[in-house]
């Protein structure tokens, strides 16, 4: 049996799935449409209904329900790495004269 040339392995600890394309790596998708997006930079046609295409796709485990929608694990909220700010009007600010 040969396998699908499109490759959505299982999710990693972030919550994302690697997407590889006929042995290439494309990224690392957490939602439906980055994987979408990611084939449709690749250039493969139709990537909205080629997803669903087991022909063409590979889903390893687990596999998400049959049709698209959320068909990744959640994800923990990510946090901005934010430094010191200061608003503007703060004490350290002041209008040039």
């Not at 139709?46 to 049709?67: A, F, H, K, N, Y």
Request: proline share 13%; no cysteine; hydrophobic share 35%.
């Amino acid at each position: 049996m040969r396998s699908a040339p499109i490759v959505v392995h299982q999710p990693s600890p972030s919550g994302g799935r690697r997407v590889t394309a006929y042995g290439h790596f494309l990224g690392l998708a957490h939602a439906d449409h980055e994987l979408i997006e990611f084939l449709r930079r690749a250039g493969l046609p139709d990537p909205e209904t080629l997803i669903d295409d087991s022909q063409m796709v590979e889903w390893r485990l687990p596999r998400p329900p049959m049709g698209r929608g959320l068909t990744f694990a959640p994800q923990k909220p990510r946090s901005l790495p934010l430094g010191p700010f200061q608003p503007f009007g703060g004490s350290s600010f002041r209008a040039a004269r």
